[in-house]
Each structure stands twice: as C-alpha cells, then as structure tokens.
C-alpha cells in the first residue's frame, strides 16, 4: 500500500444537463477551473444506450478486455470517483457508478461514456497538497496511482 496525506480544498456543486456526457463533462470542468485532485459524487439519470464497463472478459488475461454493457432505457444513477492528473498533466476522471431500472442494476465504470437524462448532480470536492497521479500500467493499460 501506498498513501499520501490531502486537505480540503474548494468545494463545488455542479448541475448537469440533459445530453452532458461522462467522464468529459467533468474532465472540462476540472481544466477550466484548475482542479488537479478531487474527489466526485454523482447523483442523477443516465440516457439508454450510455456505455457502461462492467468487468473484464477474463480477469486472468493481460491486457484485460472490457466488456461494455449498453444500459436499455433511462436509468437512475449514483456513482463516486476521483480525478488525479494523468501522465499528459490533464484531470482524468475514474468514477464507478451504479444504474437502476426496475428491479436490474447495472454497476461499471464511466469511462465509455455515460450521457446525463434531465437531471445530474455532481460534488466536487477538491484536494489539496497531494503529489499523487496517474501512471499507465505497461503490463494491463490500467492506470494506476503513483506517489513519489
């Protein structure tokens, strides 16, 4: 394990809109107003057809291949993630989220593409004094944490 220590920046409560697409909604977010380090809380309704990440195909085999679901219909969602700059210096988002429809749930990664139906709610909290970002993993292509 390897940790660093972080402290409470500023803090931000963004409303989406019908159509604004994550992870790219708060990845803009975040360079436009300088957030490097965060923490993320999303509450709201994802579009049929958003792209949802929902395991590898085999967790044995590298370079894992995604297995991308297609949610069928309008969705309620909540998701939590981070933002750590990426190797190229820019905010990138990892966000596990989970969508309800009926009595199905579908929980997976953001990172394909999740389009906002009428209602997002997002919780940024900014971190502070943290020197850890994120570093592509040759083995897997997964990138992970790094803290010097």
């Keep these: 394990m390897?940790?660093?220590?972080?402290?409470?920046?500023?803090?931000?409560?963004?409303?989406?809109?019908d159509g604004d697409r994550l992870p790219e909604v708060l990845e803009s977010f975040s360079t436009e107003n300088n957030v490097s380090t965060a923490l993320?809380?999303?509450?709201?309704?994802?579009?049929?057809?958003s792209r949802v990440?929902?395991?590898p195909k085999d967790g044995y085999v590298s370079p894992p291949e995604p297995m991308v679901t297609l949610l069928s219909g309008v969705h309620e969602a909540c998701g939590v993630g981070?933002?750590?700059a990426g190797e190229?210096?820019?905010?990138?988002?990892?966000m596990h989220a989970s969508f309800g429809r009926k009595q199905n749930t579908v929980t997976g990664?953001?990172?394909m593409g999740v389009d906002v139906w009428r209602i997002?709610?997002?919780?940024?909290l900014e971190l502070t004094g943290v020197s850890a970002?994120?570093?592509?993993?040759?083995?897997?292509?997964?990138e992970f944490l790094e803290m010097p």
């Design 2 to 17: 390897q940790f660093t220590e972080a402290k409470l920046g500023r803090v931000f409560v963004l409303r989406l809109h």
């Design 120 to 124: 997002g709610e997002v919780v940024v």
């Design 109 to 111: 990664c953001v990172r």
């Design 40 to 49: 993320c809380f999303f509450l709201g309704g994802a579009k049929g057809k």
């Design 53 to 55: 990440v929902v395991g």
């Design 82 to 84: 981070t933002i750590f």
């Design 133 to 142: 970002r994120r570093a592509k993993d040759k083995e897997t292509g997964f």
């Design 88 to 94: 190229e210096g820019k905010p990138k988002l990892h």
